[in-house]
Every structure is written in structure tokens, then in C-alpha cells.
């Protein structure tokens, strides 16, 4: 019964975000210009929001560059109030739409879009792109985009000092100041005053010129809104069993994240709670929870073996 009205209230949600999302076409919206991006972005149009960007940064300096562009890639629009990342996801899900969003989705982020960008309901790209009823190819390469992303995202607008670079060793130990992420190659973009040039970095080569610890990001795939409901969550309760794959095995989600009654998927599936714990998807939840008891058995038998003073292994003998 419970799982029945929560996908009732599910398919009224995404009724509600639909006829939001078709209405950005029909309505004025206070900005023209915001409007139009969103317009674009919607539509798939490459061309149009590549040159909508170029646009917006050669309106200020390099270094200022990033909140210019922040102003244009975080405007919400409708109650909702969905970034147009959220937007192209959610276009991404109709099967008429356009083959370029996940193109387009690349060209936001690389411009400094946030990855992990929550609506009013406090879903994120993931939420929309793996979760919701209509998960086609394109939303999940979308979803897929904002995880690698949201690795680096806290690096974003900060100073930084860049090290361990073997293309270009003459940059080493010069400082700047990160932007967008791109896709393709798994790299930041910094900008270096000293040089009044943009180079793409990989994460291991940039570190906080104010010399403390990077701050660790919660894992964008265990991002639960505000009904405490995570991408695996609605997977679950729904027996989505062809997309947990990409969520269990490729992104590796938490099955300890816990819903909205306090019982995580793990929890769930081994007490057999309901349905879940027997359908396709909690038979997955309860496999990789056997897996995990496993090797933490192994990495303790493991650690039992070896010398506490020298780290040598023990072997059969004991000493």
C-alpha cells in the first residue's frame, strides 16, 4: 500500500515538473536573456548555448570570469526553481528529445555549471536522469556527467597553486583560480594570471594555495532531496532492476543511506521489508551487502596476520 501511493505521488510530481518544463516555451519570464538560455538549453541547441557563453565570458576579465558565468548557469526558473542543467535533464527523459542535451550538459558544466545544484525539492541531476519513470540513454550519460563532475566540484572558484605538471613544467608553482569541468578529459580548468591564459588540469596536479585539506564532497549518487529519497531509494521502491547497475556497480552508491522511515536499502533487503526485499533490485542491494560483510571479514583476517611492530605477514607459524 505504501509503495503504491508513493508512486501515485511520484507520477504527480513528475505530471507537475513536465507541464513546468513545457511551459518555459509558452511564457514570458522577467529576463529575455535568461529565457533564451534556457530556450536553448531545453531545445538542444549546441550552436546557441556555446555561443551564449562565449558571449558571457568575454564580457569580463578572466579572473572574474567565474561569477559572471555563475549568474547565467544557476538562474532559476519556475516554482521549481530548476537551473538549466536540471532542465536539460529533465528534457533528456521525453524520448522526442533532442541527441544533443548530454552535449549540452557538457558544454554548462565546462562553463562552471554546479553538479550537485538541488531544485526546490531538493533533487538533483542524478535524482531526475536515474530515478524518475521515463530514464532513457541520454539522461543517464547526463546523470553519469555530473558524478565525475561533482568529484572536483569543491575546487571550483578557489585559489590554487598547480603542481607535478609534466607537459608543462614552467606552470609549476604558479597560482589560479578554478573553473569549469570537462567531461572528456577529467580535468579543471584554471586560469593563471601569471600567464593571462586557461589551461585544463587533472585533479591530482591542483592543490589549495592556502595549504589546507580539500574539503570531501558527499557523493552526488547518495544525494537524497528533501523527502530523504536517493536515486538507488526510488530504484528500489520501484524495481528498477536495468538501471541499478549503473548506480550499484559503476558508481558504486551507498545500500547505507537511510529513506524516509529510517530503514536504508540494506536494511530493507535483509530484513525483506515489504516487497523490495525480494524484487530484482533487492536481491542486487542484498548481494553487494554480502559482499561488503565479506571483505571486511578478509581485510581483518588480513590485518590479524601481519606483525603489529614490523608489517611483515605472520604466516601459518604465528611468529
Known amino acids: 500500500m505504501a509503495t503504491s501511493r508513493l508512486f501515485k505521488i511520484a507520477k504527480c510530481t513528475k505530471l507537475a515538473i513536465s507541464l513546468q518544463l513545457l511551459s518555459i516555451l509558452d511564457f514570458n ?11 536553448a538549453c531545453v531545445g538542444g541547441s549546441v550552436k546557441t548555448v556555446h555561443e551564449i557563453l562565449q558571449e558571457v565570458s568575454t564580457l569580463k576579465r578572466p579572473s572574474s570570469r567565474n561569477e559572471f558565468l555563475r549568474a ?3 538562474t532559476r526558473q519556475m516554482g521549481l526553481r530548476l537551473t538549466p542543467l536540471h532542465m536539460v535533464v529533465l528534457a533528456s527523459t521525453y524520448k522526442d528529445a533532442s541527441s544533443s542535451l548530454s552535449e549540452v550538459a557538457k558544454l ?8 550537485d545544484c538541488k531544485d526546490a525539492l531538493g ?9 524518475s519513470f521515463n530514464i532513457t540513454p541520454s539522461s543517464m550519460a ?4 555530473c558524478i565525475c563532475a561533482e568529484k572536483t566540484s569543491d575546487l571550483y572558484g578557489k585559489d590554487v597553486v598547480l603542481e607535478g605538471l609534466k607537459e608543462t613544467v614552467h606552470v609549476n608553482g604558479m597560482k589560479g583560480i578554478v ?8 580535468r579543471r580548468n584554471v586560469y593563471v594570471p601569471e600567464l593571462v591564459e586557461e589551461i585544463w588540469v ?12 580539500r574539503e570531501t564532497n558527499f557523493p552526488l549518487v547518495d544525494v537524497p532531496d528533501r523527502m530523504r529519497r536517493n536515486a538507488l531509494y526510488e530504484i528500489l521502491i520501484h524495481d528498477l532492476h536495468e538501471f541499478a547497475g549503473f548506480l550499484l556497480h559503476k558508481h558504486h552508491a551507498s545500500i547505507h543511506i537511510k529513506g524516509p522511515k529510517g530503514f536504508s536499502p540494506k536494511a530493507m533487503c535483509l530484513a525483506k521489508l515489504g516487497p523490495v526485499g525480494s524484487n530484482r533490485v533487492g536481491r542486487m542491494v542484498a548481494a553487494v551487502a554480502r559482499a561488503e560483510a565479506k571483505n571486511a571479514r578478509d581485510a581483518k583476517k588480513s590485518a590479524a596476520s601481519v ?6 605477514s605472520l604466516g601459518s607459524g604465528g611468529k
Open 72 to 74: 547565467v548557469l544557476e
Open 123 to 131: 533533487k538533483t541531476a542524478v535524482h531526475y536522469g536515474v530515478s
Open 202 to 213: 587533472e585533479e591530482h596536479n591542483i592543490h589549495l594555495a592556502d595549504g589546507k585539506e
Open 29 to 39: 519570464i522577467r529576463r529575455a536573456s535568461s529565457l533564451n538560455f534556457a530556450r
Open 307 to 312: 606483525c603489529a611492530n614490523c608489517t611483515k
Open 142 to 145: 547526463i546523470a553519469d556527467i
Open 108 to 115: 554548462l558544466l565546462r562553463a562552471g555549471a554546479s553538479p
Open 179 to 186: 573553473g569549469g569541468y570537462d567531461y572528456e578529459t577529467d
